[in-house]
């Protein structure tokens, strides 16, 4: 662990009773429609962030108002899959409270946007009715555990998809703050239940992603994750994981010392008891050897750049008394959704709904609550930010396919469109340099006619915007990447290869619309002309400009 200072988080941290501080106060002043200070570090730690709306801001400083103060809230979902009745929950508590709007994340999960404080503990108990929770979906601890979405993808899937759960369930905080604070308003005396081995009262030093790819598909990003686990089947056996370590694609403009790296793959486990064990002690080591005096540096990632990757492997076999063995072979085909209907290996059919930056459209809304009354579907949300409807009988699928044509679900989309991803950005994220969820369709409109004209219309070529620096859009993985630098201003990034196992490069730096379609436009024209037989367009550009 760093010698240095701690930050101020590291003492709200340790000084928070279990993650309680003042919010029990916080939540009764109304004052302001936001928490205390410190709560707003802790506030986290329950799946929520305290958010304002930036559009509003200037007009309400001058009638010197208090900032227009609203809470994001996100939903904890291992694997991202819920049955029909909690789609209907999510959709009843998203009409009472909050912007009405659904958002599905980058990380296989829901939010809800513009919650006002006072609602905050009615919509927590409305999810906690169709046993839904927010524990631990943001703050210094283990995020939402993603898994690959579709389940055509194996026989195995079921198998390896529960691994999901297994390892949420594991790395879950101990306190029981979040009942108390939200559910049950009655303080716990008994505060042995709550001890924490892997915790303590500290926590991680950062945030930590864990993800599971299934090959052929890499829908995950597993390299952007701190873990990832890559699923070895043979003759349609899962014999074990490949563990890769260390990844994470947030950066800090002009803080050379931040950088985004994809994960080292480190060996093979096949014992579940040994994989459980060895995820649980990269943790540990996090939590001891994390940089908790700068919090822009305190990722796994710097962690095992500072320790160097052997010495890491051999104190994770030390710790979990578990040898790693060589990896396994195995390739990634693909990245994208399997759009519309697909058949798995268990004979039931499946539909992927494509939603534009994960935003659910009102005609969406109301089909998919129409189609959860029915009972036939469940709900499977992608890392993509689409939603797979699931274990749909054949007998059934007539119905969804009435509903589809009812509400017109399935229109003709763009390649590029539905290979398109973005974060939220402005309004109301607070890091949000530039506009990416509101501008990025805007945008692909604007560039789908210089693909016609070059005719690569049909091509597959990734695309994705973020706000800022911090990739939560994962833009640093996308053939096409813009991160925001300032209003209508972004880096354009290029030379991501196309499953999501190279990092882009700034290609063109703080640029606005009219130059971003004029080099697009250009380096169309180039990739026709000058791409060799089956070659990308990433692996053209990094071939192109950075090898």
């Given at each position: ?28 002043d109304n004052h302001t429609g936001n928490v205390r200070p410190d709560d707003e570090a802790l506030i986290k730690f329950h799946g929520m962030y305290v958010q304002d709306d930036r559009d509003r801001r200037q ?489």
């Amino acid at each position: 662990m760093s010698k240095d200072k701690l930050s101020h988080v590291e003492t709200i941290k340790t000084q928070s009773d279990g993650l309680r501080g003042t919010l029990s106060q916080s939540l009764v002043d109304n004052h302001t429609g936001n928490v205390r200070p410190d709560d707003e570090a802790l506030i986290k730690f329950h799946g929520m962030y305290v958010q304002d709306d930036r559009d509003r801001r200037q007009e309400r400083a001058e009638k010197k108002l208090d900032k227009l103060y609203s809470f994001m809230i996100r939903l904890r979902i291992p694997g991202g899959v819920i049955s029909a009745k909690q789609w209907q929950a999510i959709h009843e508590v998203s009409e009472l409270y909050g912007t009405g709007v659904l958002k599905i994340t980058t990380r296989q999960t829901i939010q809800l946007h513009g919650l006002l404080k006072h609602q905050l503990s009615d919509t927590i108990q409305g999810f906690l009715t169709a046993k839904l929770d927010a524990i631990a979906a943001c703050g210094d601890v283990n995020r939402n555990v993603i898994c690959s979405s579709h389940p055509q993808v194996s026989p195995v899937f079921e198998q390896i998809h529960n691994y999901a759960d297994k390892i949420s369930e594991m790395l879950l905080p101990k306190t029981q703050s979040y009942y108390e604070i939200w559910i049950d308003n009655q303080k716990i005396y008994d505060r042995s239940v709550e001890s924490d081995p892997l915790y303590q009262d500290r926590y991680l030093p950062r945030k930590f992603k864990i993800a599971i790819a299934i090959p052929p598909t890499n829908d995950v990003d597993v390299f952007a994750n701190d873990i990832g686990l890559i699923a070895i089947v043979e003759n349609d056996q899962l014999i074990g994981f490949n563990i890769a370590i260390g990844g994470g694609l947030s950066t800090t403009h002009g803080n050379k010392d931040t950088y985004s790296r994809l994960a080292t793959v480190i060996g093979f486990c096949s014992s579940e008891s040994d994989i459980l064990k060895l995820i649980y002690h990269v943790l540990t080591i996090q939590r001891d050897y994390g940089n908790r005096s700068d919090r822009k540096l305190a990722r796994l990632k710097y962690t095992l750049d500072k320790m160097g990757v052997e010495n890491f492997v051999k104190e994770l076999e030390k710790r979990a008394a578990v040898e790693l063995k060589a990896a396994k072979s195995y390739t990634f085909t693909e990245r994208n959704d399997r759009y519309g209907w697909q058949q798995a290996h268990d004979n039931k059919w499946y539909y992927t709904l494509f939603v534009e930056n994960g935003v659910v459209t009102p005609n969406q809304k109301e089909f998919l609550f129409n189609l959860s009354k029915l009972g036939l579907s469940d709900f499977k949300f992608t890392c993509n930010q689409n939603l797979i409807l699931g274990e749909i009988a054949l007998e059934d699928k007539w119905q969804v396919e009435k509903l589809l044509t009812q509400y017109n679900i399935g229109q003709n989309i763009s390649n590029l469109r539905q290979s398109s991803m973005s974060c939220v950005a402005l309004p109301t994220c607070p890091l949000a340099l530039a506009e990416a969820q509101r501008y990025l369709p805007e945008l692909i409109t604007k560039i789908e006619p210089l693909l016609v004209k070059h005719k690569i219309d049909q091509e597959d070529i990734s695309i994705r915007m973020t706000g800022c620096p911090n990739g939560c859009g994962r833009s640093y993985l996308a053939e096409i990447g813009f991160v925001g630098t300032a209003p209508e201003e972004y880096n354009l990034m290029l030379g991501a290869d196309r499953y999501g196992t190279r990092l882009n490069q700034i290609y063109k730096s703080k640029i606005k619309e009219p130059e971003i379609l004029q080099e697009l436009d250009y380096l169309f024209g180039l990739y026709k002309k000058e791409a060799l037989d089956h070659e990308t367009f990433g692996d053209f550009s990094f071939r192109k400009f950075f090898n």
